[in-house]
């Protein structure tokens, strides 16, 4: 699929919709560049990986999240508990990071994430109304807010407004790539966070 205009307000959760039969990771065309939403990222087993976080642009706070099946993180000399699913999060005031991966799958999955402040969310389960009734759902309020971590289908994207700008795009550069990243905000600047990835050994 491509978009050859911008489309006003832009909306990437629109773009991305799923297509059956397509492979995963998505992947759009979008201005002449090759935009996804989450990037699969080659690694040796025990191959060491070094994250730069270049620039930040955003009113909200930004990072990226690595993602990794059935193996294991060592960061920055500290290993991860051993999941068979796990995800390290890089916030943008942790500027460097040396990663060690340990790996059966030879990838692991990249994506941005930012944090906002809610003051509300629909929560689903089961809840004892006042006159002893029960229902499926109900609004939770926070007067104080409460920080959340958004990214690839959570959140802001998923519920406010059902638009969203998140997504990204990269470019190879020595030992790696240079992601150039868009968040929730609906515009197409990508430039909310601009960090990099390069193989170390």
């Not at 560049?33 to 025990?46: A, C, E, H, R, S």
């Not at 906002?116 to 939770?140: L, R």
């Not at 998140?166 to 190879?172: D, L, R």
Request: aromatic share 14%; charged share 30%.
């Amino acid at each position: 699929m491509t978009i050859e205009r911008c489309p006003e307000p832009v909306n990437f959760k629109e773009l991305f919709k799923y297509i059956p039969g397509e492979s995963a990771p998505q992947k759009r065309t979008y201005r002449g560049k090759t935009i996804f939403l989450v990037d699969k990222f080659p690694v040796k087993n025990k191959e060491t990986l070094k994250s730069t976080i270049e620039s930040t642009n955003s009113r909200y706070r930004q990072g990226f999240g690595i993602k990794i099946f059935n193996g294991y993180l060592v960061i920055d000399g500290e290993p991860m508990e051993y999941e068979k699913r796990c995800t390290a999060l890089f916030w943008e005031e942790f500027k460097d990071s040396e990663v060690q991966v340990f790996t059966k799958k030879g990838h692991i999955y990249l994506e941005n994430i930012w944090e906002e402040t809610i003051y509300e969310e629909h929560k689903s389960g089961h809840f004892q109304k006042a006159d002893g009734s029960f229902t499926h759902s109900k609004i939770v309020k926070y007067p104080e807010g409460k920080k959340i971590v958004c990214h690839n289908n959570a959140e802001r994207c998923a519920y406010v407004n059902h638009t969203c700008a998140n997504a990204m795009y990269s470019e190879e550069i020595p030992n790696g790539k240079r992601y150039y990243c868009n968040d929730g905000v609906e515009d197409d600047d990508f430039d909310d966070i601009v960090f990099t990835v390069t193989r170390q050994n």
